[in-house]
């Protein structure tokens, strides 16, 4: 297969891949003007956009751990901290993105993270090469309190332009967009950085979260009535309230007090341990157990966009089609897969790992969707759906953070020093050496799944029923 050949496959199945998931899509049954739903497309998409750019200037910084520019600790102790700011950031970001709305956040979300990624690249030009930990650490710190701001603002716009019976289908669809931020960061900011120079690992990210900046800043309106358009009634928990908002702390409190919250929120805790651990590992443990050649490693951004996309419609589909837009069955569903998946990468690497892991990564971005992106609106409300995105998000990244040392910290270095001198690590070639990455998931899918069954019924019940 030529070169031309090996970039074109990837982008055609990725098309041929959106356009039958989006054919299929059935209908929620919610009819909407033609001037709503041009006017919808409008605002939503370039706040999609800004989101998959924002992913590829978050992801963009596993491809200095794969090329070998920043060890795995220390990657695992700079994901680690950026993941802990991230979901820490949501304690003061979610109310203010319920205060401040969606649109103004998101402008915020896209401001920081580029500023914070063209300074990176240009300490990595400036020293030639990795910069310290401590000046990583940092700058991806503050990336990762940016980024925080597009969570919540995705989640606050799109639930005043969603009915709760669209949620799940369209949560898919958004889902997308957002999948497209993986391929980007995986497969082509590596792409982009071996055709100039490794800054522009960050640098390109940069340039194109600002082009995206200024689209949504012309674009984006946080309600329908912002757009000139009436507002309608969602029929979330908000439904039926129409009085003042509440103060942050009486918000905090009253989802802390919400057991279905508390429940959603930590299932969210071990699912971003899992959803980081698949997509942030994965090429490090095949290139170890000598897969690294492999079409689901060269290709892995396009294979965890695919998977993306097809665990956010399956998911969407699951939820509003079969369970009558219950979000908990369709994390129980998911979790299953997961931790099938993982007993087999345990029992060795059969010759179809590629498609266990693609799976795997389908399901972990699934539940990811379902909970953080819908229940939040579901059972925060459109009121409350910032706050109640940042608590459930924050979970998930603390997951994250405690894959990030767990993995760091036990899987092996490519290289080590001997005498002085780095060598190559011999236990790198040991498939032995690599079962702490499946075997560490193993409780943790236990307990995801085992949290979604206690609130399996769980579904949302709004002041008002009137459309």
């Given amino acids: 297969m030529d070169k031309l050949t090996q970039e074109v496959v990837p982008i055609l199945i990725l098309l041929a ?22 006017r919808r497309i409008l605002n939503w998409l370039p706040l999609g956009l800004t989101y998959a750019f924002l992913y590829m200037g978050r992801y963009n910084l596993n491809s200095l751990k794969d090329t070998n520019v920043i060890s795995g600790a220390v990657f695992g102790d700079v994901d680690a901290v950026g993941s802990l700011v991230y979901g820490l950031a949501f ?17 915020m979300a896209a401001a920081g993270s580029a500023a914070a990624n063209a300074a990176i690249g240009v300490l990595i030009w400036a020293h030639g090469g990795a910069p310290s930990t401590t ?30 019976r669209e949620r ?31 800054p522009w690992l960050f640098l390109a990210p940069a340039l194109l979260i600002g082009v995206f900046f200024v689209l949504s800043a012309l ?12 507002n ?13 908002p509440l103060p942050a702390l009486k918000i905090v409190w009253k989802l802390l007090t919400n057991r279905v919250i508390l429940i959603i929120a930590l299932i969210s805790l071990a699912n971003g341990f899992l959803r980081q651990a698949v997509l942030k590992w994965w090429r490090s443990f095949a290139n170890g157990v000598g897969l690294g050649g492999s079409f689901f490693v060269q290709h892995w951004g396009m294979v965890s966009c695919v998977a993306g996309i097809t665990g956010g419609m ?31 990468l345990l029992g060795g690497t059969p010759a179809g790992i590629g498609f266990v892991v693609a799976f795997m990564a389908m399901s972990v971005i699934g539940i990811n969707g379902m909970l953080s992106g819908v229940a939040s609106q579901d059972f925060g409300g459109r009121k409350n759906a910032g706050t109640a995105t940042g608590l459930i998000d924050g979970f998930v990244y603390f997951g994250s953070a405690i894959q990030g040392v767990v993995y760091g910290h036990t899987l092996p270095e490519s290289k080590i020093m001997v005498g002085g001198k780095l060598v190559e690590n011999p236990a790198i070639h040991d498939v032995a050496s690599w079962h702490a990455w499946p075997l560490a998931m193993i409780p943790v899918c236990v307990l995801g799944l085992a949290l979604s069954l206690t609130i399996y019924n769980a579904r949302v019940k709004p002041r008002t029923s009137g459309h």
């Fill in 232 to 244: 309608f009634d969602v029929e979330d928990a908000s439904s039926g309230d129409d009085g003042p």
């Fill in 168 to 198: 799940g289908t369209f949560g898919g669809i958004f889902g997308i967009l957002i999948s497209l931020g993986l391929y980007l960061a995986y497969d082509w900011a590596p792409k982009i950085a071996s055709w100039t120079s490794t």
């Fill in 314 to 344: 399956f998911a969407g589909i699951l939820s509003d089609h079969f369970f009558q837009s219950r979000r908990p069955p369709v994390a129980t569903v998911l979790f299953a897969i997961v931790l099938v998946g993982a007993l087999i």
């Fill in 135 to 164: 000046q990583l650490i940092v700058l991806y710190a503050l990336n990762m309190y940016f980024q925080s701001f597009g969570a919540v603002a995705i989640v606050k716009v799109n639930a005043a332009w969603f009915h709760l």
């Fill in 17 to 38: 891949v959106i356009a039958v998931v989006v054919r299929r899509l059935p209908s929620s049954g919610i009819r909407h003007s033609p001037e709503f739903q041009r």
């Fill in 91 to 107: 304690l003061v970001n979610g109310p203010l993105s319920d205060k401040l709305g969606g649109r103004v956040t998101i402008l």
């Fill in 219 to 230: 674009f984006v309106r946080d309600t329908p009535a912002d757009a000139g358009l009436p």
